[in-house]
């Protein structure tokens, strides 16, 4: 269930992107030095990865603090697109690449799964 969450985020943004590139032109890619195909690969990639590991790790979200954790490891393989996008093979990372992606990810994992959360049952409560 997951993955189909992933490929359903991957499909809207690469929509979205698809949409600028008709209307736009190659300009806003070329200016942050990316191509369209760069950013469709990063959503579907990201997406795909990070819905299964939500998939495979949905039951540690049934408290705050877990999905906290797992917030911060399904946004990574974004986090981690977005920098391979950036400054290539990570491989050729340094230590402050490789540490900052890191740090991006568990921040806004971590806080965006800290906003959202709701208790097991309380599913639309707040809305």
């Known amino acids: ?18 949409i600028l590139y008709i209307v736009d032109g ?4 070329e200016a942050n030095d990316v191509s369209l195909l760069q950013v469709l690969a990063l959503y579907w990639i990201g997406g795909v990865l990070g819905g299964a590991i939500l998939g495979l ?8 603090l877990g999905a906290m954790l797992v ?17 290539g093979s990570p491989f050729a990372w340094s230590g402050r690449d490789f540490a900052g992606t890191v ?3 568990t921040l806004l994992g971590s806080f965006y799964a800290w906003w959202l959360w709701e208790p097991p049952g309380d599913a639309g409560a707040r809305r």
């Open 26 to 29: 190659p300009r806003r890619f």
């Open 71 to 87: 917030g911060s490891l399904v946004i990574y393989p974004s986090t981690a697109g977005v920098m391979t996008t950036m400054a």
């Open 1 to 18: 269930m997951g993955a189909l969450w992933g490929v359903w985020y991957a499909g809207c943004y690469s929509g979205i992107a698809v």
């Open 57 to 64: 790790l949905r039951p540690l979200a049934h408290r705050r």
């Open 103 to 105: 740090v991006v990810a």
